[in-house]
């Protein structure tokens, strides 16, 4: 079954959207009307997700490349939030959807991924097939997966605890204790009720700072070793290079 998104926004707000990721890579939220299978919503939050997949559109590192045009915006990927500016706003129970770039016509080996990740038992998400479309334009075919938020977390992990992602100029590297010191490393995607940095840093602190008889002997306290060996595996399987 293919669903149905359709989203509108005013054009001036979007180009200045643009112009300041063009500027500084900040992904500033702007107001949309979502229609998602025939129901509509107002002042829906929409901001650009993605690292490479937006390197188009502005950012010209050197030998980085993207197929990302401000003049496509239903090929741009997007994080949609229904609750941004009206609280409990949802369609089915779910807020959050992630647009996500198409790197081939389907999108399918992303959405077959997907679904190998979740028979190793591996946390995976949700994902399906969208006619998508931005201010009256021609439809496209995007895959439309689950965000990694704080019911994700809820439904795949323990609710006390929290979810972080890396950027993707982060790595393992032990900063210090200062929180600050890692803001342009990870962001904090849920569970912020529950803890802000605290365990990551000290994670880091431990994998980074303990001798080697310390790190055999205490490494299962810290991480989920079968679980993370099993996760390896499927990367390597699926030829996940990102």
Avoid: C
């Avoid at 005013?10 to 009307?33: C, F, G, P, R």
């Avoid at 002042?43 to 496509?72: F, H, I």
């Avoid at 992990?157 to 990870?186: H, I, N, Q, W």
């Amino acid at each position: 079954f293919v669903h149905n998104i359709a989203v509108s926004f005013d054009e001036a707000t979007y180009d200045a959207m643009l112009a300041t990721y063009a500027a500084n890579q900040d992904k500033e939220w702007i107001e949309a009307t979502v229609t998602i299978d025939g129901a509509t919503y107002e002042q829906v939050g929409l901001r650009l997700k993605g690292n490479s997949s937006l390197r188009g559109l502005g950012d010209d590192r050197a030998g980085e490349t993207s197929t990302a045009s401000a003049d496509d915006p239903t090929g741009l990927p997007w994080l949609i939030r229904l609750d941004k500016y009206v609280d409990d706003q949802n369609h089915d129970g779910v807020v959050d959807f992630v647009v996500r770039s198409n790197n081939t016509e389907t999108s399918l080996n992303e959405a077959v991924a997907l679904d190998l990740l979740d028979a190793a038992g591996l946390a995976s998400q949700e994902a399906m097939a969208v006619r998508f479309s931005v201010n009256g334009s021609e439809e496209s075919l995007r895959l439309v997966i689950e965000h990694p938020d704080d019911v994700w977390m809820e439904e795949n992990f323990d609710d006390a605890g929290a979810l972080y992602k890396a950027e993707s100029t982060g790595d393992y590297s032990d900063r210090g204790d200062a929180p600050d010191s890692y803001d342009e490393v990870y962001d904090q995607e849920a569970g912020d009720d529950n803890a802000d940095l605290t365990p990551l840093i000290e994670f880091l602190d431990f994998i980074n700072n303990s001798d080697d008889a310390t790190f055999a002997a205490e490494l299962d306290d810290w991480l989920d070793s079968d679980s993370f060996a099993t996760y390896l595996a499927m990367q390597d399987l699926i030829d996940n290079f990102d």
